[in-house]
């Protein structure tokens, strides 16, 4: 039997998040972006292969991410060196221009599936991931649903799917058109909420091969991860005062965790 562990890190709705903080009722330091870098640092030193994934809303919270319209927490999400992040709905907050500005100045791949240019049918981002880690191919697809995309209501070029059910859809294409390939593991990057994350997991079909869902946008703190439909999902909370982490078994002849 051919297996490999991996580690899989993940953040999301950091929204600016860079200094760390006193915990109430001790002169400990808590969150921020030096805090979280370090143990990110040290995860990758003490395991052969390390993912981390950020799960939408970067930006969008801080007096500094405002001021510099998402420039500056870019800039430092490079420093973090993510091996992918999705979109959230805060990423439009700055207007389109500026979110295509970011995604060109970050040195990670920012995807997003399913929020298309209207006249002409095409996507807006990078849709899907396909990264080789130790020779296992690990599928990521990222996904945002319109309920959660108000500023987008205001721009009339952009049009989303509208709901679970065509997230669902166009999980399953991108899924479907690398049946054929030995994808190893598939990871979602979501940012429609827990409670969606679930059903969007329910309606899922299990030829597709989803195995985690790694949300965002309920800020929910998750000790465990919810099992939908054999799927695993998560979240980690809000800020930088936490993160997510996953230690897995992959099975390279059944793609099993």
Not at 32 to 57: H, P
Not at 75 to 99: R, T
Not at 155 to 179: M, P, S
């Amino acid at each position: 039997m051919n297996t490999k562990r991996f580690t899989i890190l993940h953040s999301n709705d950091m929204h600016g998040d860079f200094l760390a903080e006193l915990e109430a009722g001790t002169e400990d330091m808590v969150g921020g972006l030096s805090l979280l870098s370090g143990y990110i640092n040290q995860v990758r030193a003490e395991e052969k292969n390390v993912i981390y994934t950020i799960s939408g809303d970067m930006v969008q919270g801080s007096i500094i991410d405002s001021e510099y319209k998402g420039i500056s927490t870019i800039e430092i999400m490079n420093y973090l060196s993510p091996d992918c992040a999705s979109l959230g709905n805060h990423e439009l907050d700055y207007g389109l221009p500026q979110l295509l500005f970011l995604d060109k100045m970050a040195n990670f791949p920012i995807i997003n599936a399913n929020m298309y240019i209207k006249k002409y049918n095409k996507r807006l981002m990078m849709p899907y991931l396909i990264k080789n880690i130790d020779g296992f191919d690990i599928l990521f697809i990222g996904i945002v649903t319109e309920t959660v995309m108000d500023a987008l209501k205001l721009d009339n070029h952009i049009g989303t799917f509208i709901c679970l059910e065509d997230a669902a859809t166009e999980i399953g294409h991108i899924c479907d058109a690398y049946k054929n390939d030995d994808i190893d593991l598939t990871v979602l990057l979501t940012h429609i909420g827990l409670e969606s994350d679930k059903q969007l997991a329910a309606i899922l079909k299990p030829e597709w091969g989803v195995d985690i869902i790694l949300g965002g946008h309920s800020h929910s703190y998750m000790e465990q991860p919810e099992v939908v439909n054999n799927i695993l999902i998560a979240q980690a909370a809000v800020g930088t005062n936490q993160i997510g982490r996953f230690d897995l078994l992959v099975d390279d002849d059944t793609n099993a965790i």
